[in-house]
């Protein structure tokens, strides 16, 4: 059952960073990073620019933590690391999402 977990954070992880690489090649945005609407903003440029390499960070810290939780679930225990993953990734999280509300305030 973990498993599922871990492989689901991971792949949210590394398609969070597949679609802020193609949002600041494109310069279009993904509703990852704006929820469904997307015709309402200012300044699409700008906020890309805000949220890339925030986005970066979220998509890499949530696929180490998915490998990482696989690597403890399936080959070694490692329970002092898991501890330490849980509390950065859940403050990455916290962090991320407090960046794209102040993002949509500063761009929308």
């Not at 960073?17 to 193609?22: F, L, P, Q, T």
């Not at 993904?30 to 890309?48: E, M």
């Not at 898991?82 to 761009?107: D, E, H, N, P």
């Amino acid at each position: 059952m973990l498993i599922l977990f871990d492989a689901m954070i991971f792949l949210y992880g590394a398609y969070a960073i597949y679609s802020s690489v193609k949002m600041k090649q494109t310069g279009q945005l993904n509703s990852l990073f704006t929820g469904a609407v997307t015709g309402q903003i200012r300044d699409v440029k700008g906020y890309i620019g805000y949220i890339y390499r925030r986005a970066m960070v979220m998509g890499a810290m949530a696929a180490v933590f998915g490998a990482v939780g696989f690597f403890n679930d399936y080959v070694k225990p490692i329970p002092a690391v898991m501890q330490a993953l849980i509390l950065l990734f859940l403050t990455v999280c916290v962090w991320f999402y407090v960046s794209i509300s102040r993002a949509k305030r500063k761009f929308w």
